[in-house]
């Protein structure tokens, strides 16, 4: 998808910071980092949101929640803790429609959160 920012991330038409990648996945840092680690952890493969995965995604869907707990094991901050949250649709607060899994930590969280 040409008009989708990181569909245009994984093709190289936009620079990331990017800290993972490999066949089916890439994960870059955030540009508006919410805490000392905000990774996020996408598909190379466009899907919009959840809302779009299909039992054929359940592998991919596996891959990217393995992925971000591997970079919270290479960062150290595994056992203070971390969260991580796909926003889904506008009550969610989803602004980029390309399925993403932010990984945020690296401090003290609260919860619920706003
Ligand atoms: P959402 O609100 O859709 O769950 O999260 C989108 C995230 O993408 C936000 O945290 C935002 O800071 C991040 N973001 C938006 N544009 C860019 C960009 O061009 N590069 C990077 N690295 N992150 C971006
Ligand atoms: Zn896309």
Redesign the pocket.
Known sequence: MSDC?FCR?VQRQ?P??IVYEDEHVLA?????P?APT?V?VIPKRHVASLDELGAADDAIVGELVRRAAAIARERGITAGGYRT?F?TNRD?????FHV?L?LIGGRTMSWPPG
Do not use: K, P, R
């Open positions: 920012l991330i936009i990331a910071s870059f840092n955030d540009i508006n919410q905000h996020l949250v926003n969610a607060g989803q602004t980029v993403h932010h």
